[in-house]
């Protein structure tokens, strides 16, 4: 648990300046490491160019290891995901993934999104600190009445689950990771970094992706 604790401040550092942070992180407390040899990748999103680049860039990062990878893009045709799927119809699609090998899906979906707004960058007319009420309210006063005093930003409250469909370990969650990712202009930036972030994090915790010893 102290690894875990240790690797999340680490992370957060390391990340500080970029567009994606993670703010959530669970293991199964009785995996010590897992092992996968054939993988789904599932980016849920109703932007296909988002989710394709996505997939791809995964699926890239599970070929440089060895590792077989299937897109769910190439798995899952158009009626599939424009219809609701029942829980009987799920359980035939991992039916289908236990004959065709597979030992686990990686699962991403955008889980909420949010509007913040960031305080524009002020440098103080004065050295040092804001020593008076006069010198503290000139500076902030375009609060009161500048539409722009604040940068507008969304942010999206992003989630990935790794699930094992081994036969008889009852499809169970090995892992499940939160990652903020907030909207830039260049939002394939943010797919690299949430990707990139996503690989050191289940190397760290030896999930599918083990680090060299």
Same mark, same amino acid.
């Given at each position: 648990?102290k690894?875990?604790?240790?690797?999340?401040?680490?992370?957060?550092?390391?990340?500080?300046?970029?567009?994606?942070?993670?703010?959530?992180?669970?293991?199964?407390?009785?995996?010590?490491?897992?092992?996968?040899?054939?993988?789904?990748?599932?980016?849920?999103?109703?932007?296909?160019?988002?989710?394709?680049?996505f997939?791809?860039?995964?699926?890239?990062?599970?070929?440089?290891?060895?590792?077989?990878?299937?897109?769910?893009?190439d798995?899952?045709?158009?009626?599939?995901?424009?219809?609701?799927?029942?829980?009987k119809?799920?359980?035939?699609?991992?039916?289908?993934?236990? +004959? $065709?090998?597979?030992?686990? /899906?990686?699962?991403?979906? %955008?889980?909420? *999104?949010?509007? #913040?707004?960031?305080?524009? @960058?002020?440098?103080?007319?004065?050295?040092?600190?804001?020593?008076?009420?006069?010198?503290?309210?000139?500076?902030?006063?375009?609060?009161?009445?500048?539409?722009?005093y604040?940068?507008?930003?969304?942010?999206?409250?992003?989630e990935?689950?790794?699930?094992?469909?081994?036969? +008889? $370990?009852?499809?169970?969650? /090995?892992?499940?990771?939160? %990652?903020?990712? *907030?909207?830039? #202009?260049?939002?394939?930036? @943010?797919?690299?970094?949430?990707?990139?972030?996503?690989?050191?994090?289940?190397?760290?915790q030896?999930?599918?992706?083990?680090?060299?010893?």
């Open positions: 648990m690894k875990v604790l240790v690797f999340v401040l680490l992370i957060s550092v390391i990340y500080g300046c970029t567009s994606t942070r993670l703010v959530s992180n669970w293991k199964d407390p009785n995996v010590v490491l897992f092992h996968a040899y054939k993988v789904l990748i599932v980016g849920m999103t109703e932007n296909e160019s988002v989710r394709v680049n997939e791809n860039k995964l699926k890239h990062e599970f070929e440089k290891r060895d590792i077989e990878a299937v897109r769910s893009v798995l899952f045709d158009v009626k599939f995901i424009s219809s609701k799927q029942s829980e119809e799920l359980a035939e699609v991992e039916q289908q993934l236990l +004959d $065709k090998d597979f030992d686990a /899906i990686l699962y991403t979906k %955008i889980v909420s *999104t949010e509007d #913040k707004k960031r305080l524009r @960058s002020k440098q103080p007319n004065t050295l040092g600190f804001l020593n008076t009420f006069q010198d503290d309210y000139i500076i902030h006063q375009g609060i009161f009445y500048e539409y722009d604040y940068n507008t930003f969304s942010l999206f409250h992003v990935t689950a790794l699930y094992c469909i081994c036969v +008889d $370990k009852e499809r169970q969650t /090995i892992w499940r990771a939160g %990652i903020d990712i *907030t909207n830039r #202009k260049n939002f394939n930036k @943010s797919i690299d970094e949430y990707v990139q972030l996503l690989v050191s994090s289940m190397e760290n030896e999930l599918i992706f083990h680090e060299k010893k």
